[in-house]
């Protein structure tokens, strides 16, 4: 967003209309001098993407140096008086690193983390290997909640994102912003409370969405409201139902308030929303039973933005053989720029 040179102007203009100004930001670029000219337009607050220690984060981007853009971005937008928070994306490369990546976090003075899974989404649905299996939440889940009582403790106010869940025994733990609270995970909000406007002006009812599927229409060519209150796209997670779902979700206890969970993470991972492996309650059901879910890929995307692959979904006793999912040669970026970012 920020490299877009009417970007402190659209800040500006946002704040007098009443509108409170946040980004998300992978961190390149992001000066002392920005930050300041950012605070001083009225932006409150911003999130930096940290997806691993440094070598670890530098893989998955795909680019060195990554990690202390990263670093560099936070403090200059807390020392510029910007509210700092972290997300991170959580699979097979980082997940050991959870729990010093916290502290590593802590260390920054972020405020608040947002942790949720990699989806099969975009790059990483040519990776498998980088994505957890579903019974991988069996040893992700505690440790993120151990760490949530961490951040009470800290002040360091943990969050899980939409995908990670759902309604383990540390359920009202990880959504309750306080301890003691009892909140739990009330259904995907795309289109319920959220939306997401794609650079071109193309409404989804969230950011992550599939392109090619949940676009409800151009903000080029009709009305915010009309799309919102009139489009299929916009409203399917209103009209949602327990008769909408399939496979495990279908007849699964908590149904009726989960609704299939993420609709993005589930159509990335089979094709279609309304059953999602990607589930903590799930998986220890699956366990108590002796039995675990592992997805294995079927189909390639084809390589749009926002695009997803195919996987299918295999039940096995849980004491099988770890499979080893297919590795994609890797490439990391030098990203040449310029010695100096006007600004």
């Known amino acids: 967003a920020y490299l877009h040179e009417g970007f402190f102007e659209v800040i500006g203009a946002l704040t007098a209309g009443g509108v409170r100004a946040t980004m998300t930001t992978g961190g390149r670029g992001v000066t002392p001098e920005l930050a300041r000219r950012a605070s001083e337009a009225g932006l409150v607050a911003a999130s930096v993407s940290v997806d691993g220690l440094g070598p670890t984060h530098d893989r998955l981007r795909a680019s060195p140096g990554s990690f202390e853009a990263t670093t560099a971005a936070l403090a200059a937008l807390g020392a510029a008086g910007v509210a700092i928070s ?5 699979n097979r490369y980082n997940r050991h690193e959870l729990e010093d990546l916290y502290e590593h976090l802590r260390a920054l003075g972020v405020g608040s983390w947002q942790v949720q899974l990699t989806a099969p989404l975009g790059r990483a649905a040519d990776r498998p290997d980088m994505l957890l299996q579903p019974y991988d939440l069996l040893d992700v889940m505690p440790r993120v909640a151990r760490l949530k009582e961490r951040g009470f403790a800290d002040g360091v106010r943990l969050m899980p994102g939409n995908n990670l869940g759902y309604f383990g025994p540390e359920e009202a733990l990880l959504r309750s912003p306080s301890p003691g609270g009892t909140d739990h995970f009330r259904g995907c909000q795309a289109g319920r409370f959220v ?3 794609e650079s071109d002006g193309a ?5 992550s969405l599939q392109t090619a599927h949940y ?4 903000l080029r060519e009709t009305a915010l409201a009309d799309i919102w209150a009139q489009t299929p796209e916009l409203a399917f997670a209103r009209d949602r139902t327990v008769d909408d779902l399939w496979g495990f979700c279908r007849a699964c206890p908590f149904a009726e308030v989960c609704l299939g969970g ?12 309304g059953n999602n492996p990607y589930c903590h309650f799930r998986a220890r059901t699956l366990a108590a039973r002796g039995r675990r879910e592992r997805i294995v890929p079927a189909e390639r995307a084809p390589g749009r933005p926002f695009d997803n692959g195919r996987f299918d979904l295999i039940e096995e006793p849980a004491d099988a053989p770890e499979a080893e999912m297919p590795a994609v040669r890797e490439r990391l970026l030098q ?3 310029p010695a100096k970012l006007t600004v």
Not at 215 to 218: A, D, H, I
Not at 262 to 273: D, E, K, V
């Open 262 to 273: 993420c609709t993005f993470t589930a159509h990335a991972l089979l094709g279609r929303p």
């Open 335 to 337: 990203v040449r720029r």
């Open 86 to 90: 972290a997300n991170t994306n959580i």
């Open 215 to 218: 676009v409800g229409g151009n």
């Open 195 to 197: 939306l997401g406007v």
């Open 203 to 207: 409404v989804k009812g969230c950011p």
